[in-house]
């Protein structure tokens, strides 16, 4: 096996895929608008593929309007649990969706229900497909409960040091919403935020270490909504000039009000289009839903380092350099010759247990148990045989470390590279042969299918008249 290859990707029941980002869209808003990019329904704004599905029943007005939505939840829930089905149906690795107000799935529990919901189904209908629980991030809300402590903010934070006053809260977070007044009781219903003291422009008498901007409406610091942003609530476009002028305005006179603001977090999916500005005007971090979204399906994605088999890891002590370089890096505190040596064989002991127990741990179908014993006791051996090999060579080397000469030194070089070479032979030969064994067990499975389609011919034939 080379070294830049993946060995997991050959383990029965991985397939990491393509990943891609499921999105949850509101019924019956945005079908004929131009979106930005940075808007989550542009796929400009993704590094990855988006995927869509709609979800019945839930419109912006319902997410707008706390009490009608509370008492929907079954059939928010029958809705949701439909489109996520779809979403991982069709490969979705994370899902988000195309509205911040989306949270209310989470402060209710209906998204995690959904998921699960879905996730029984669909291993209910194909048993054989091994489908993929996805993460679930539906706004930039999600992340304020953990980076509240990040700043100071909390119950618990507050317990530590001198204890602050209402009159002197300091706001630390800045929220950018859609929809000010819906925002506001969102937030005092997730269980993770409870103690979290919430303010508004509009009410700056209250003070709090959360500062809710409702776009929509007069926590706009010049007494009213933002000019151009109506667009969001109706579904049509918006016109960027006007908007991002707008937004730059109100971020500069919100950091010179709340100078001690250290993170904002975009929760109206189309104000990502205007994260930077933000960022820019009020030289804070922002969390829109893009980089959120991001996030959550990298969490499916490999790293660009290669996480190698044992054989590819003998491998890398081929010469001098390349072995302090490797063992300095991955054996950090092994100094001895012997105890690198006795990392590696444990390794490789470990490596041939492993595929050892995943050849035996193949369950047959009827019909076949003689043959697979046969399969079964050849690889065995086969198994044992290499193992012993192994061991053989591994000891051969250990005996003769501790008296081991310096002038001896090159030789010990040559001699692991000679056994890395062998047991990099041994591993492709033993996989060879499980491929076919494999192979062959899958044959007659296939004929065992046709058999059973013949019999059941036959019998239907006989029953007839």
Same mark, same amino acid.
């Given at each position: 096996?080379?070294?830049?290859?993946?060995?997991? $990707?050959?383990?029965?029941?991985?397939?990491?895929?393509?990943?891609?980002?499921?999105?949850?869209?509101?019924?019956?808003?945005?079908?004929?608008?131009?979106?930005?990019?940075?808007? @989550?329904?542009?796929?400009?704004?993704?590094?990855?593929?988006? @995927?869509?599905?709609?979800?019945?029943?839930?419109?912006?007005?319902?997410?707008?309007?706390?009490?009608?939505?509370?008492?929907?939840?079954?059939?928010?829930?029958?809705?949701?649990?439909?489109?996520?089905?779809?979403?991982?149906?069709?490969?979705?690795?994370?899902?988000?969706?195309?509205?911040?107000?989306?949270?209310?799935?989470?402060?209710?529990?209906?998204?995690?229900?959904?998921?699960?919901?879905? #996730?029984?189904?669909?291993?209910?209908?194909?048993?054989?497909?091994?489908?993929?629980?996805?993460?679930? #991030?539906?706004?930039?809300?999600?992340?304020?409960?953990?980076?509240?402590?990040?700043?100071?903010?909390?119950?618990?934070?507050?317990?530590?040091?001198?204890?602050?006053?209402?009159?002197?809260?300091?706001?630390?977070?800045?929220?950018?919403?859609?929809?000010?007044?819906?925002?506001?009781?969102?937030?005092?219903?997730?269980?993770?935020?409870?103690?979290?003291?919430?303010?508004?422009?509009?009410?700056?008498?209250?003070?709090?270490?959360?500062?809710?901007?409702?776009?929509?409406?007069?926590?706009?610091?010049?007494?009213?909504?933002?000019?151009?942003?109506?667009?969001?609530?109706?579904?049509?476009?918006?016109?960027?000039?006007?908007?991002?002028?707008?937004?730059?305005?109100?971020?500069?006179?919100?950091?010179?009000?709340?100078?001690?603001?250290?993170?904002?977090?975009?929760?109206?999916?189309?104000?990502?289009?205007?994260?930077?500005?933000?960022?820019?005007?009020?030289?804070?971090?922002? @969390?829109?839903?893009?980089?959120?979204?991001?996030?959550?399906? /990298?969490?499916?994605?490999?790293?660009?380092?290669?996480?190698?088999?044992?054989?590819?890891?003998? #491998?890398?002590?081929?010469?001098?350099?390349?072995?302090?370089?490797?063992?300095?890096?991955?054996?950090?505190?092994?100094?001895?010759?012997?105890?690198?040596?006795?990392?590696?064989?444990?390794?490789?002991?470990?490596?041939?247990?492993?595929?050892?127990?995943?050849?035996?741990?193949?369950?047959?179908?009827?019909?076949?148990?003689?043959?697979? /014993?046969?399969?079964?006791?050849?690889?065995?051996?086969?198994?044992?045989?290499?193992?012993?090999?192994?061991?053989?060579?591994?000891?051969? @080397?250990?005996?003769?470390?501790?008296?081991?000469?310096?002038?001896? $030194?090159?030789?010990?070089?040559?001699?692991?590279?000679?056994?890395?070479?062998?047991?990099?032979?041994?591993?492709?030969?033993?996989?060879?042969?499980?491929? #076919?064994?494999?192979?062959?067990?899958?044959?007659?499975?296939?004929?065992?299918?046709?058999?059973?389609?013949?019999?059941?011919?036959?019998?239907?034939?006989?029953? $007839?008249?």
């Amino acid at each position: 096996m080379s070294t830049d290859t993946k060995w997991y $990707q050959v383990m029965p029941g991985f397939d990491q895929g393509s990943p891609k980002l499921g999105v949850l869209r509101l019924k019956g808003w945005g079908e004929d608008y131009l979106s930005l990019p940075g808007d @989550i329904d542009d796929e400009r704004s993704w590094a990855y593929p988006i @995927i869509h599905e709609v979800v019945e029943k839930v419109t912006f007005e319902l997410l707008c309007n706390p009490t009608e939505f509370k008492k929907s939840t079954e059939t928010v829930l029958e809705g949701v649990t439909v489109a996520v089905q779809k979403l991982i149906k069709r490969g979705a690795n994370a899902l988000i969706a195309n509205c911040g107000l989306f949270m209310w799935l989470h402060a209710v529990g209906i998204i995690e229900a959904a998921v699960d919901k879905a #996730m029984d189904q669909l291993n209910l209908q194909n048993p054989d497909h091994k489908y993929r629980r996805p993460t679930v #991030m539906l706004s930039s809300l999600n992340m304020l409960p953990a980076y509240l402590p990040t700043l100071g903010l909390g119950e618990q934070q507050r317990g530590v040091g001198p204890k602050p006053s209402e009159a002197n809260f300091d706001c630390r977070v800045v929220v950018f919403t859609s929809n000010g007044d819906s925002c506001m009781e969102l937030l005092k219903s997730v269980p993770q935020l409870k103690g979290c003291k919430l303010t508004r422009p509009s009410t700056p008498h209250i003070k709090g270490e959360v500062l809710v901007v409702g776009l929509n409406a007069n926590d706009v610091l010049d007494g009213g909504p933002l000019r151009g942003f109506e667009a969001v609530a109706e579904g049509t476009p918006l016109v960027y000039s006007v908007v991002q002028r707008g937004v730059e305005k109100v971020a500069k006179a919100l950091k010179e009000a709340y100078p001690s603001i250290a993170l904002a977090i975009v929760e109206c999916t189309q104000v990502s289009s205007f994260s930077d500005t933000i960022r820019c005007a009020m030289d804070v971090d922002v @969390i829109d839903p893009i980089n959120l979204g991001t996030s959550a399906l /990298e969490l499916s994605v490999d790293h660009k380092f290669v996480q190698d088999d044992p054989a590819s890891r003998l #491998m890398q002590v081929k010469d001098k350099a390349e072995q302090a370089k490797q063992l300095k890096l991955s054996l950090g505190r092994c100094e001895k010759l012997d105890k690198v040596v006795e990392v590696y064989k444990a390794e490789v002991k470990e490596y041939n247990s492993e595929m050892q127990k995943k050849l035996l741990s193949t369950q047959p179908e009827e019909g076949q148990l003689d043959d697979l /014993e046969k399969l079964k006791d050849i690889n065995a051996k086969e198994i044992a045989a290499l193992m012993e090999t192994n061991k053989k060579q591994w000891d051969d @080397i250990v005996a003769e470390i501790p008296n081991l000469p310096e002038e001896a $030194q090159r030789s010990e070089e040559r001699n692991l590279e000679k056994i890395a070479k062998q047991h990099q032979k041994n591993f492709a030969e033993m996989r060879a042969q499980h491929a #076919m064994n494999f192979a062959k067990m899958k044959e007659m499975r296939q004929n065992n299918e046709v058999r059973k389609e013949q019999i059941a011919l036959l019998r239907k034939r006989q029953a $007839q008249p």
